[in-house]
């Protein structure tokens, strides 16, 4: 299948500071990714979904101010959570689609983020 | 947005068991996924239907697309302890361009 790579696979940071998260499409160009969140022993939840050269769309409830998301080329998007507070602490996932009917979805290994 | 409903939620089984668990949606998908998820990383896809009706093998794994496209089961043969896990279905529809993903069922295989 398809590689996706996701940097870092985890990260502290202190409160009040930014963090920025990668997600690269290694073998494939992905004009589509979507970025998930994921509380212990849960589902996935999708936050926003990234479209190369356009503004991301983002899920009733997330906040684009917070978790802001570049999608510049079509090898790599971004998440960057701002101002970061305990309660954004959880693991982070992102996924791209790949495929000639592009309806598969190919994920990255995740990043756990701890906000101290 | 759109509900899978996944089941069983859970199941403890022996080494060499067949396993099943399905997804079901009040909404048709265009398209039906399993992925299966290790602590700590990523979910990866195991199998990927497209059409209504179709059934797919990888290895053990059988999974099937259904008929009213609101549902999809898989099926694990002869399970092994490195199945252990959490599997998830997912639901694509053109229409939204996004994926659904049931709560998942974790797999515990005991050898």
């Known amino acids: 299948g398809a590689v996706v790579s996701q940097h870092p696979s985890r990260v502290i940071c202190k409160s009040g500071t930014s963090v920025k998260i990668e997600c690269r499409s290694l073998d494939f160009q992905a004009t589509t990714m979507f970025w998930y969140r994921q509380f212990p022993k849960q589902s996935l939840m999708l936050m926003a979904t990234s479209n190369e050269g356009s503004k991301a769309t983002y899920e009733q409830g997330v906040e684009k101010d917070k978790f802001l998301i570049n999608h510049a080329s079509l090898t790599l998007s971004t998440l960057t959570v701002t101002s970061a507070h305990p309660e954004d602490s959880s693991f982070y996932i992102c996924?791209?689609?790949?495929?000639?009917?592009?309806?598969?979805?190919?994920f990255g290994q995740g990043t756990r983020l701890t906000v101290v | 947005g759109q509900q899978l409903n996944q089941s069983p939620q859970s199941m403890f089984i022996q080494e060499g068991e067949d396993v099943s668990m399905n997804c079901t949606s009040s909404?048709?998908?265009?398209?039906w996924l399993w992925y299966k998820q290790d602590p700590g990383e990523g979910p990866v896809l195991l199998i990927a239907?497209?059409?209504?009706?179709e059934l797919t093998s990888n290895g053990r794994l059988t999974a099937q697309f259904g008929i009213t496209r609101k549902d999809s089961f898989l099926n694990i043969s002869a399970s092994i302890p490195s199945d252990v896990g959490i599997y998830f279905c997912?639901?694509?529809?053109?229409?939204?361009?996004?994926?659904?993903f049931g709560s998942g069922t974790k797999l515990n295989v005991k050898p």
């Open positions: 997912a639901g694509h529809t053109y229409n939204f361009n996004k994926f659904y």
């Open positions: 996924s791209a689609l790949e495929g000639s009917r592009n309806t598969e979805a190919f």
């Open positions: 909404s048709i998908f265009n398209t």
């Open positions: 239907l497209y059409k209504a009706g």
